[in-house]
């Protein structure tokens, strides 16, 4: 498959899907958009980008509407589902107007239509929009209730053919046990799907989880928040957990 001629050959990962959650954006706020967190992520993208890395983003809503809490609170789940799609819609129009505002040239799409705002979601459009340079954002999940954004994600990589789900999180990595709440954890460099089955660590869905490991697409954990990171793990250094076969 082509691939941006700009790459530099050194990199470790020529195409990535990055997963950003929705609470990320939210910065040292208590919700929605935090723009300092936002220009923050996009110098990091940028970075990777200027070296030819083909990049597609997924983001989830939570920042702004979860469907699952609204369905606890007695909120129709099918509802509640679509209105967490509308947030992501949101959070990925954040993004690409911080992206675009760094000089990066990008594209959203949508798995609901929404054409005054973003293209709808065509497998070879978006191929063909990485293999030209531009970054493209993926909103509204899969457009179907009841999966989340990691099973978004993971749909759209294995879809793009990317060659690696790249997860930006809170936490350095996968640890034996929650280390915000254990002191005594200890964090995995590498790590098998099997054995994270088998050991019932928490890193995606089951769905997301079992749709990666069927596509041997292999999942990297790591610590959005620091500089710098998304940089290093493209460029093949040891930075958060991998998850492969």
Partial sequence: MPRHPNCNPLMKYKRILLKLSGEALMGDRQYGIDPLRLAEYADDIKKVHDLGVEIAIVIGGGNIFRGVAGASNGMDRVQGDYMGMLATVINGMALQGALEDKGMQT???????????????????????????RIVIFGAGTGNPYFTTDTAAVL??????????LK????????????????NAVKFEHITFEDVLSKGLNVMDTTAFTLSQENRLPIVVFDMNKKDNLLKICEGSNVGTVVSI
């Fill in 107 to 133: 594209r959203l799409q949508t798995a609901l239509k929404i054409e005054a705002i973003a293209e709808p979601y065509i497998k070879r459009r978006a191929v063909r929009h990485l293999e030209k340079g």
């Fill in 156 to 165: 759209r990589g294995v879809e793009i053919h990317a060659d690696v789900i």
């Fill in 168 to 183: 930006g999180t809170r936490v350095d990595g996968i640890y034996t046990a929650d280390p915000e709440k254990d002191p």
